[in-house]
T-cell receptor, first 113, second 115 residues
Framework: AQSVTQLDSHVSVSEGTPVLLRCNYSSSYSPSLFWYVQHPNKGLQLLLKYTSAATLVKGINGFEAEFKKSETSFHLTKPSAHMSDAAEYFCVVSGANDYKLSFGAGTTVTVRA | GAVVSQHPSWVICKSGTSVKIECRSLDFQATTMFWYRQFPKQSLMLMATSNEGSKATYEQGVEKDKFLINHASLTLSTLTVTSAHPEDSSFYIC???????????FGPGTRLLVL
């Protein structure tokens, strides 16, 4: 079985400063990993995904994540936070033989002006 | 591309009535659709997996007679909450996969409030 752990339930940053959201995964196979963002009362939007190609993955809105197999991590970063980045972020891993997703508990990002 | 819609976005109903929620893939044919439930300040909980033309596969603890899923075409899946009760109030989100890929594209969600 696969699982993900988001290490921070809440991250607060100042506008214009870097954002780091940490995610560790557990999987017995080579996983597919995703980061999704959810704004209040909205569905989930795909930020980026890792599917065994390049370990540094670039996504939308300036986000990127690095897959580190040795550390079983898939941390999400952005060099400069914007007010519109305030949202809930989910790290997600896909099952090996099916399409089921396992979600982390989520990290709430607040951005201070 | 890969847009998923849900209708309605909001629904308020009386206890004991049934509510149908539609999930549509607008610009692609979805091989598989999923239904999730999300409680406030929590992550998503998978309710069921739906493939076109076959019965849905429900997760453990999800009542299939209460949450009826119909996947009539490659672009439409419906979730019917039968005899709704206040504890069924929640945010319901669907998703769909494109082709054989593992990426799920999510709908905007439906907020259900049962009075």
């Amino acid at each position: 079985a696969q699982s993900v752990t988001q290490l921070d339930s809440h991250v607060s940053v100042s506008e214009g400063t870097p954002v780091l959201l940490r995610c560790n995964y557990s999987s017995s196979y080579s996983p597919s990993l995703f980061w999704y963002v959810q704004h209040p009362n909205k569905g989930l939007q795909l930020l980026l995904k890792y599917t065994s190609a390049a370990t540094l993955v670039k996504g939308i809105n300036g986000f990127e994540a690095e897959f580190k197999k040795s550390e079983t991590s898939f941390h999400l970063t952005k060099p400069s936070a914007h007010m519109s980045d305030a949202a809930e972020y989910f790290c997600v891993v896909s099952g090996a033989n099916d399409y089921k997703l396992s979600f982390g508990a989520g990290t709430t990002v607040t951005v201070r002006a | 591309g890969a847009v998923v819609s849900q209708h309605p976005s909001w629904v308020i109903c009386k206890s004991g009535t049934s509510v149908k929620i539609e999930c549509r893939s607008l610009d692609f044919q979805a091989t598989t659709m999923f239904w999730y439930r999300q409680f406030p300040k929590q992550s998503l909980m998978l309710m069921a997996t739906s493939n076109e033309g076959s019965k849905a596969t429900y997760e453990q603890g999800v009542e299939k007679d209460k949450f009826l899923i119909n996947h009539a075409s490659l672009t439409l899946s419906t979730l019917t909450v039968t005899s709704a009760h206040p504890e069924d109030s929640s945010f319901y989100i669907c998703s769909a996969t494109l082709g054989q890929g593992r990426t799920q594209y999510f709908g905007p969600g439906t907020r259900l409030l049962v009075l």
